[in-house]
C-alpha cells in the first residue's frame, strides 16, 4: 500500500512534443505528491508539486493533473525540449510525525529528440 | 540559491569496513533524510531525524546503519559493517518543516569491494 507506481519505463518524445509520464498510488493517507527531474551524476531536484485539494497545477511547461477518485497523477511536459531529456520520478508522502518520508516511483527515463 | 552539500562524491570501501558518509544540510532546515539508490532502480527511503531524534526509519535501515548530527551543521551517516548489498548512491536531504520541498544534495556513490 505504500507504492507509488509509474510508468512508462521510458519515453522518447521529439522536440516540441508532449511528454506524458503517469503515477498512481493506492495509500489514501497521501497529502503531497512532488516530481522530481534527476540528470546523471546529480540529486533529484524538485520539478513541481501539489496537494490533493486541486485538481491541477502548471509551472512553465510543466504541468501536474492529479484525479483524487482514481488515485492517479500525471506529469505533462509541454514542448519538451531536448534539455528536458533527463530521469523523472514521481513520489508522494503523508502528513504527521516529525519528518515526511517520500515514497518514489520507479521513474521514467525521458529522451528527447531533436 | 542554498544547497545540500555531500562528501564524498565517490566512496570506495572493502566489505566489512565501516563508512561514514558526510552531508550539510541547508542551514536553517530542522528536518533531515538519507536516502539511496542503487543503480538503475528507484530511491528508497533510509531515515529521517529531527530534534537530534531519528523520526522514521525504513527495514533497510537496521542495526549495521546509525545517523548523528555531531554540530550544528552536518548530518552523518554511519554504516558499521559494509555488505557488497550496500552499494549504492546515498542522497542526503532537508526541508524547514516536515510539509515542506526537500531539496536533495547530489549523492556519495558508495562502492564496496
Known amino acids: 500500500q505504500q507504492q507509488v507506481k509509474q510508468s512508462p519505463q521510458s519515453l522518447i518524445v521529439q522536440k516540441g512534443g508532449i511528454s506524458i509520464i503517469n503515477c498512481a498510488y493506492e495509500?489514501?493517507?497521501?497529502?503531497?505528491f512532488p516530481w522530481y527531474q534527476q540528470f546523471p551524476g546529480k540529486g533529484p531536484a524538485l520539478l513541481i508539486a501539489?496537494?490533493?485539494?486541486?485538481s491541477e497545477k502548471k509551472e512553465g511547461r510543466f504541468t501536474i493533473s492529479f484525479n483524487k477518485s482514481a488515485k492517479q497523477f500525471s506529469l505533462h511536459i509541454m514542448d519538451s525540449q531536448p534539455g528536458d531529456s533527463a530521469t523523472y520520478f514521481c513520489?508522494?508522502?503523508?502528513?504527521?510525525?516529525?519528518?515526511?518520508?517520500?515514497?518514489f516511483g520507479a521513474g521514467t527515463i525521458l529522451r528527447v529528440k531533436s | 540559491e542554498p544547497e545540500v552539500t555531500q562528501t564524498p562524491s565517490h566512496q570506495v570501501t572493502q566489505m566489512g569496513q565501516e563508512v561514514i558518509l558526510r552531508c550539510v544540510p541547508i542551514?536553517?532546515?530542522?528536518?533531515f533524510y538519507w536516502y539511496r539508490q542503487i543503480l538503475g532502480q528507484k530511491v528508497e527511503f533510509l531515515v529521517s531525524?529531527?530534534?537530534?531524534?531519528?523520526?522514521?526509519k525504513s527495514e533497510i535501515f537496521d542495526d549495521q546503519f546509525s545517523v548523528e548530527r555531531p554540530d550544528g551543521s552536518n548530518f552523518t551517516l554511519k554504516i558499521r559493517s559494509t555488505k557488497l548489498e550496500d552499494s549504492a548512491m546515498y542522497f542526503c536531504?532537508?526541508?524547514?518543516?516536515?510539509?515542506?520541498?526537500?531539496?536533495f544534495g547530489d549523492g556519495t556513490r558508495l562502492s564496496i569491494l
Open positions: 536531504a532537508s526541508n524547514t518543516r516536515s510539509s515542506q520541498p526537500q531539496h
Open positions: 513520489a508522494a508522502s503523508s502528513p504527521g510525525g516529525y519528518g515526511n518520508k517520500l515514497v
Open positions: 501539489i496537494r490533493p485539494d486541486v
Open positions: 542551514s536553517n532546515h530542522l528536518y
Open positions: 531525524f529531527y530534534n537530534n531524534e531519528i523520526s522514521e
Open positions: 495509500n489514501t493517507a497521501f497529502d503531497y
